[in-house]
């Protein structure tokens, strides 16, 4: 009796203290998702402490993946949990077909003439972008030159491959595709090449345990984005990034509003605050390696573009053809790679 | 005679204990690594670990460079406390009410108060966010207690159920022939025979309410961060070993949780002498 | 004397199941029944894709397999150590007690990063052979079903041993002696006596293993690989990568629908074994 009353006090106790406001008051606030790891951190510790100090807003993060963003705002029909995006273009586009993404008027945004033209849409604004490769480890496997590469010893016997449910392996699947005479809507040729070196292929595994599979060393190279090798290189994993010979994947990482979102205008003044000069200044230091979209910040060097105008030499993709056709790619890849 | 029959208990003893030191082995092995790996002078998880060193356990107690864990795990502590504290009295009645009855209906409830466990957590997060949010609600605290409450409820279910089924219905039976009211029975007779089973189902469902992943996926906000889905988020971008230390920091609160209770219990034994 | 008929005390569950999860479940049924990703045209098409497809019931079967499997795997293994931990002294099983629910203890996060070590190509179980001189090459543990199966033992076998046990230790000590002095060696003691009558506890260890073995997604999909294709997996990827949600609830309701029946079986087995101890 004694344990069961004491056990109801302290439930009722914990649910109390759960009413308690927990913020320090502040004029507004806005919620948003971010990708977790690098991105929140970074986000909190740069973009959080400026949107305070600038315009007294609090900045409440969600560390989300782009695909549960997504998916809880679509499943959340019009009340959305959050009211800013960070999405890439897969997702991105994926939100503006289902009607999530809320217009973005440019004007509003003080810093759009620091952007380059094209960076400010009427979905969003471009905060920065990601390059992808591969990922090798220097002390197990000498460097690959290419994607093609990736199907001859020593290499095929390390790789660590994922499907098609990232944006990243999406991307990196479609450059193999092309290597063996595909194109961007036609991956077969990656799915026979993929075929004959099934058995040989160290792992085939889900995105989220690729940084494990790889420290361990159940594989030495993999694709992957810049930023994951200079983070994990930074935890002292013996990884390098390389520069396939038909060129690294770049792609734009976007922020929006959220259809149905509540703070608005305060999700204006945290996109404002996330380009501006002196919050992309401290996100493009280590341990964060973020390319800035801020036209006035210098590029470091160790960052794999010199500058923004280099973005289109990378490789690039049309998002709204790759979408139409990934639902089929990603049931071609379970049942080809089935056991 | 007497020879093969100590044969046979040798065999007995030798496949019995070569059986259970292999659970131990399977049990062990994965807790050894984990807390081998959380002690790294490191800066990512890696097994074997360089060196040894407290710093992450020292990070993961920091207010400054913690605070975000600090807060999803009082989030995951005071859902599991809420959520086990429901089910155990939901859970516990329920099972008294469907143990004894032979009805054909008590038996697809019992399949239905299962079907949960069945149902992927990620289905039912889903299909919960999804719904609350028609009906009008937001997700909060409170939706993501209810929604752990149904998916932890079977375990303690289960194990009730399980105790029930082996009490003698004659115990029952013969305290209430004897006069004593149904609410005094419960007290004095069932209820500290079936405690264990209690126990052990609500000891399962604060664990899995601790871990649970795809239900707090959907149902939780930026100001209800869940301490697993932050652990999640840790491994895949940076393999930060604190997610190793937090686990250490579990491992050693049961243990402490063990030891106390070990103590008053074996202390109102000596009173009641 | 006032007392509540039995089945009322199943009532407060009951509405809360019905408030909290029958509902969200029966839209999930509802949602099935649509055509396209926007959920607006009805129809059938998305069952059809999915029962038309072979490829979908290899999947079932692998799923269910699985689960089979890991029950085998943790009663074999398992039911062992709840025999000995019946006759360790009682300091010992509280010391034994806490070593069970350990697994527990370890958030899945870092349990696959655990097994990762174990059973990697450079993992413990290979250098171990390797410098035993066992074997040369490495084994491939991860990523196959074998790997996954002894992954999920562990986490599994709290679930098998918590029952078990809170069901044996009140088992009278005295059978076991009055066997043993009829003349009965320990097998058949065990096989006779102690199974028997431990029944109900195997019976729900069983149920709670299979149901939450099948479903173990990040198990399944970490230390499994995406080569083992169980239907948790489609279910992700249908519901958080393409958004199909008619087709993700088509996959989810044929999971619950196959696990259940598994599990009722299971069920009505203990039932009958509860009915057979008490005569």
Redesign the interface.
């Known amino acids: ?1 004694f344990s069961r009353r004491s ?2 006090a ?2 009722t106790a ?2 109390g ?2 009413l308690l406001p ?1 913020l320090a008051h502040a004029k507004g606030s806005v ?2 998702a971010i ?4 991105w ?2 970074a986000y ?1 510790s740069i973009v959080v402490p400026a949107l305070k100090k600038d315009s007294d807003v609090e900045l ?5 993946f782009a ?2 963003q ?3 705002v ?4 019009g ?1 959305p ?2 009211d800013a995006f960070v999405l890439d273009p897969g997702p991105r586009i ?1 939100a503006i077909e ?1 009607g999530l993404i809320e217009k973005f008027d440019g004007k509003k945004l003080m810093n759009a003439s620091k952007l380059p033209a094209g960076f400010v849409d009427e979905w969003g604004v471009c905060v920065g972008a990601q390059v992808v490769g591969i990922a090798y480890n220097p002390k197990k496997v000498p460097a690959p030159k290419g994607w093609k590469d990736l199907f001859s010893e020593p290499w095929v016997s390390r790789l660590g491959l ?4 990232t944006t990243f392996g999406t991307v990196s699947l479609i450059e193999i595709a092309k290597v063996f005479g595909g194109s961007e809507t036609n991956v077969e040729p990656a799915f026979v090449e993929l075929k004959k070196v099934l058995p040989k292929i ?8 690729m ?3 790889f ?4 594989c030495d190279v993999m694709y992957t984005n810049t930023q ?1 090798v200079a ?2 290189k ?4 013996d990884i390098e990034f390389v520069k396939p010979e038909t060129g690294a994947v770049a792609f734009y990482t976007t922020l929006h509003i959220t259809k149905g979102a509540t703070e608005v205008a305060n999700a204006y003044k945290y996109f404002d605050a996330a380009v501006s000069k002196g919050v992309q200044e401290a996100l493009t230091k280590p341990p964060y390696n973020f390319i800035p979209a801020n036209k006035d910040v210098v590029m470091p060097s160790y960052l794999p573009m010199k500058s923004l105008d280099e973005f289109n030499s990378f490789v690039l993709h049309d998002w709204a053809k790759i979408n139409p056709l ?2 089929g790619w ?1 049931e071609k890849f ?2 080809e ?3 | 005679m007497g020879r093969r029959r100590s044969f046979v208990d040798l065999s007995y003893g030798v496949v019995i204990g070569t059986l259970a030191t292999i659970a131990l082995l399977i049990i062990v092995a994965p807790v050894v690594i984990v807390l081998t790996t959380s002690f790294t002078e490191g800066r990512s998880l890696k097994f074997p670990p360089t060196g040894f060193s407290l710093q992450w356990y020292e990070a993961l107690f920091d207010p400054s460079k913690s605070r975000q864990i600090h807060r999803a795990a009082l989030n995951s502590l005071e859902v599991a406390a809420c959520s086990t504290a429901f089910g155990i009295l939901l859970g516990s009645m329920a099972a008294l009410g469907l143990a004894r009855g032979r009805h054909r209906l008590g038996r697809v409830v019992d399949g239905f108060f299962m079907s949960p466990l069945v149902l992927p957590g990620l289905t039912f997060g889903l299909a919960a966010l999804m719904y609350f949010t028609l009906i009008g609600f937001r997700p909060s605290l409170n939706l993501i207690i209810a929604g752990h409450m149904i998916v932890t409820v079977p375990f303690i279910l289960r194990t009730t159920t399980a105790s029930l089924s082996q009490l003698d219905p004659a115990l029952n039976d013969s305290s209430q022939s004897l006069g004593a009211s149904w609410l005094y029975t419960l007290r004095r007779v069932t209820l500290p025979l079936i405690a264990p089973g209690i126990f052990a189902g609500a000891f399962l469902a604060f664990m899995a309410s601790i871990d649970n992943v795809p239900v707090s996926l959907f149902l939780s906000t930026a100001r209800t961060d869940m301490l697993p889905i932050r652990m999640w988020g840790m491994m895949e971008s940076t393999l930060d070993p604190r997610i190793a230390a937090v686990s250490g920091v579990l491992i050693t609160a049961a243990f402490l949780l063990m030891l106390v209770m070990e103590w008053t219990v074996g202390l109102t034994r000596r009173m009641r002498e | 004397m006032i007392k509540p008929a039995e089945w009322q005390l199943a009532l407060p569950l009951a509405l809360a199941f019905a408030s909290i999860f029958l509902a969200p479940l029966l839209m999930l049924v509802g949602v099935s029944f649509f055509n396209d990703d926007k959920i607006s045209q009805p129809g059938l098409a998305q069952w059809a894709k999915f029962l038309g497809d072979p490829f979908s019931y290899k999947v079932i079967a692998d799923t269910l397999l699985l689960g089979v499997k890991t029950v085998c795997a943790t009663i074999v293994v398992g039911y062992p150590l709840a025999l000995v931990y019946l006759d360790a002294p009682p300091r010992l099983q509280k010391v034994m007690i806490f070593v069970i629910v350990m697994p527990l203890l370890l958030s899945v996060v870092v349990r696959t990063f655990a097994w990762i070590v174990v059973l990697g190509r450079e993992g413990v179980i290979n250098q171990l052979l390797i410098s035993l001189g066992i074997i040369s090459e490495p084994l491939r543990l991860l990523q196959t079903e074998l790997g996954l199966v002894i992954s999920l033992t562990q986490i599994e076998m709290p679930l098998m041993l918590l029952p078990l046990i809170s069901v044996m230790s009140r088992l009278d000590p005295n059978l076991r002696d009055a066997s043993a002095a009829l003349g009965a060696s320990r097998w058949r003691t065990l096989f006779t006596v102690i199974v028997p009558l431990s029944m109900p506890g195997l019976v729900a260890g069983c149920l709670l293993v299979f149901a939450s073995s099948t479903t173990a997604f990040i198990s399944q999909t970490v230390i499994g690989g995406v080569r083992l294709i169980y239907l948790p997996l489609l279910i992700w990827q249908q519901s958080l990568v393409v958004f199909n949600w008619p087709f993700a609830a088509v996959v989810s309701i044929t999971l619950l629908i196959s696990v259940l029946t598994v599990v009722s079986a299971l069920s009505w087995l203990g039932r009958r074994s509860g009915g057979y101890v008490h005569g």
Do not use: C, H, W
């Open positions: 009796m056990l109801l302290g439930a914990l649910g203290a759960s927990t919620t948003a990708y977790p790891g690098t929140e951190e909190r409440e993060l969600q560390p989300l695909v549960d997504v998916a809880k679509k499943a959340a029909r009340a949990p959050f994926m289902a994922t499907g098609f449910q160290a792992a085939v595994g889900q995105p989220a345990a940084a494990g599979l420290q361990q060393g159940q994951t983070t994990l930074g935890r002292g994993v990934r639902a990603i379970n049942k790679m089935a056991k």
